[in-house]
């Protein structure tokens, strides 16, 4: 999600360009160029984990709410807002992946703060309560599909991110079926998940604000080990 490959790149000045350069045998490759713009990874991992972290205990009933309005807010400007801003930060930097991932997430909690909002017209748009969760368990299915792409495109990078996007997989997954069976226990289940993202999330994101140098200590991500294919 930002600068995974942490071997082959720095915090802040690591980012591709529209350079070109011709190499050895006459190919145009991109040249690197430094650039300004800070690692958006720790912003966007924060923003994503409160939001989850929150939303999640909502799910497993913590301290007997049933009510996740609350949440609104947060999935507003925090995961949605601050981690659409880290997206679009990381596309001039050129990691891909994580603008992707951190955009799409962003877009993630808005449209799910869209449909809490009672202003909007969405819940309400609906004539029974089952035929909304069947709703909600698709936009769920849809989001689970998502980042089972995106892990897919992980499984190169770190071990932490890995770990990170299968988790919310399950949780995504599980909290789909429980919106379609409206089996309590799954939904809590869903919700455990989600708290157990969250903080993988957040371990990933302190590992991004550790910077060398800056920091009396990093926190590893588990790097794979890059096999250069021809």
């Not at 190919?27 to 958006?40: L, V």
Request: glycine share 10%; with cysteine.
């Amino acid at each position: 999600m930002s600068d995974v490959e942490k071997a082959h790149t720095s915090q802040v000045n690591d980012s591709p360009s529209s350079k070109f350069v011709q190499n050895y045998d006459g190919q145009t490759n991109f040249a690197p160029r430094p650039t300004k713009i800070a690692n958006p990874g720790a912003l966007g991992l924060f923003s994503f984990a409160s939001t989850t972290f929150i939303l999640s205990l909502y799910n497993v009933n913590a301290r007997d709410i049933t009510t996740p309005n609350v949440v609104v807010g947060m999935a507003c400007f925090c995961g949605g807002l601050a981690q659409l801003l880290a997206g679009m930060w990381e596309f001039p930097r050129g990691n891909v992946f994580g603008a992707t991932a951190f955009t799409s997430y962003g877009a993630f909690w808005m449209s799910y703060a869209t449909i809490l909002i009672p202003g909007s017209g969405v819940a309400a748009a609906y004539t029974t309560t089952n035929e909304f969760h069947q709703a909600i368990g698709i936009y769920l299915i849809t989001w689970f599909v998502l980042t089972f792409l995106l892990l897919i495109g992980a499984l190169r990078r770190n071990v932490s991110f890995i770990a990170l996007l299968f988790f919310l997989c399950i949780t995504f997954l599980l909290l789909a079926i429980g919106a379609w069976t409206g089996m309590v226990a799954v939904n809590r289940a869903g919700g455990g998940f989600g708290i157990l993202t969250a903080w993988i999330a957040y371990y990933c994101g302190l590992s991004e604000l550790l910077v060398k140098g800056e920091s009396w200590f990093g926190l590893p991500l588990g790097g794979i080990k890059q096999e250069r294919i021809d």
